[in-house]
């Protein structure tokens, strides 16, 4: 393993115990000191003071040491790291690929599970002798990880008790559906003989998904065995395919299948309702309504809806240095806690507004949108043209609207207008209000904000 494979690994470690990742500089200080530079020289490669590298340097020694249980020093550094890694690495069919680093080190390596008595016992795998074996190479890399203790509490009753087979995770993009999925893998690592990730992003047909996930499972396995079930009845499987909503039609209502990726659904079912010990999670931004059937149907499958981060989202407003912390509440929910949201009027607080929340607030009495409205516009493309219409009514509305009553826009619709609401909401654009107004829907107000601005244009 090369130094920036090992210096990638470290990093992984650090980011499935800590939910962070390390920062660039501590990321150049290990690499520095992996190819044996002292601080001068990563000074001056990196253009900070020989004081601050210092500094950090000493922060990052007692992190590692944290995570991977060892004194770790400048001196040694290296030569553990090294140790760890190759426990842990695995050379991945033909391709020499790694397979994930993602492993916390007391999984693969038998002495280290003395050390977690409680984890263990609470956690026992099938067998103590068994590792995961785990592809997180296609997975994304992301920095932060905060809250989400309900989330992951819920998805691990569905997944250890419940025994459910297929969990759907819906939510908007960027509410941090990856983010939440990377998250419990690193808790889970223990449960499963298997964990993959994979994406749609580059739409792969069904078989070539099917063999991709063959030739993971069949390692290190002799005799491949004939489908994908075979495998998930034989190990405990957890397999997590990502961005589902890439297989899905533009200009159509949400959730339908692409003619030539529709083989998709009857492999979800299959795998919802044929018993066996694994676990397949889809993350999409649209609920599929194949799967809401199925849901009704089945006890095995389960759709989890990801709102925002609530209170959690003020570690992101604390990591980036914001200030006037009083008034976080009321940006984090103007912003609907929404991480990607955020994280852009984060950037825009800090670069005109000397990081002061207040002066930002008290400086735009209209919701201000920035460099969101891109990231909303590209949600809006995928919608049909009748989605279109009614979501330009939906964001002139002053109240809460009643899907039972008539609206004479859309009296030539008929039972359409109901199935482009469904759609909307199962888009997560609408949100079916509780309360006083139970039952009424309500446009997203972040996307009412952009349609309005742009008719005003
Ligand atoms: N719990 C969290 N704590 C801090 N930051 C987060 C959290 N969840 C997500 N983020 C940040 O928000 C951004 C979006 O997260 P993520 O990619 O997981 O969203 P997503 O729902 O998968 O988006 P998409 O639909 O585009 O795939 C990332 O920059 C991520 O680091
Ligand atoms: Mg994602």
Known sequence: MDIKELSKWADD????????????LQKSILEGVLQSQDFCEIKDNNGYSYDHVKREGAKLWKLLSEVFKEDIKQSNVRSILEN???ATIYNFGNSSQIVSSNINSHINICREY???????????????????????????????NYGRTSEISTLKECILENKTRLITIYGLSGIGKTALTLKLISEMQIEFDYIIYRSLDNLPELITLKNDLKQFFSQPQLTPLPEIIDYLQSSRCLVIIDDLQNIFQFGNVAGQYL????????FFKQISTTSHQSCLILISSEKPPDIEILEIEN?????????????DAKEILREKGLKDEDKWNELITLYQGHPRWLNIITLTIQEYYHDSVTQFLADNDELFLGDIEAILENDLERLSELEIKVINWLARQN?????????PEFESLKSKYRQIIQSLTRRCLLEKLLGKDGGKFQLNSLFKAYINNKSCN
């Open 84 to 86: 760890k890694a190759s």
């Open 299 to 311: 006890k095995y499958t389960k759709t989890l809806y990801l709102q925002g981060l609530g209170e």
């Open 13 to 24: 470690q650090v980011f499935y115990q800590t939910g962070n990742r390390l920062s660039s």
């Open 259 to 266: 003619e030539e990726y529709k083989d998709y659904s009857k």
């Open 399 to 407: 109240e809460p609207i009643d899907i039972t009553q008539k609206h």
């Open 114 to 144: 003395q050390e977690y008595p409680e984890y263990i016992e609470k956690h026992s795998p099938q067998s103590e002798n068994q590792t995961s074996i785990i592809d997180l190479t296609k997975a994304p890399e992301l920095n932060c």
